[in-house]
């Protein structure tokens, strides 16, 4: 049973980092594009960052320069460095699988606030 368990949000102040990260469950880890989302209260589901089994990286324009995605093939394992962290980025943050995502884990709550 594949499964995303995400980890490491919190309450943070603005200017301040997190990292999050998303272990995973499944074979296809290695050989897929991988990304985070998020869902911003209110709104809907939005990609952040993705990265292709090959380590290349996409970031939606709201976050490049301030986020980093990264993975360990080793243990199956997502992150995301949140650096220079705005409210703006107070959302639930998701993983999964970029082509045809699968079931989704329940997201780690991220709320910047001074």
């Known amino acids: 049973q594949v499964q995303f368990v995400e980890s490491g949000g919190g309450l943070t102040q603005p200017g301040e980092s997190l990292r999050l990260s998303c272990a995973v469950s499944g074979t296809f880890f290695s050989g897929s594009t991988l990304g985070w989302w998020r869902q911003r209260p209110g709104g809907q589901r939005e990609m952040v960052a993705q990265?292709?089994?090959?380590?290349?990286?996409v970031y939606t324009p709201s976050v490049k320069g301030r986020f980093t995605i990264s993975k360990e093939d080793t243990n199956n394992t997502l992150y995301l460095q949140m650096n220079s962290l705005k409210p703006e980025d107070t959302a639930v943050y998701y993983c999964?699988?970029?082509?045809?995502?699968?079931?989704w884990g329940q997201g780690t709550q991220v709320t910047v606030s001074s």
């Open positions: 999964n699988k970029v082509v045809q995502p699968l079931t």
């Open positions: 990265i292709t089994r090959t380590g290349f990286t």
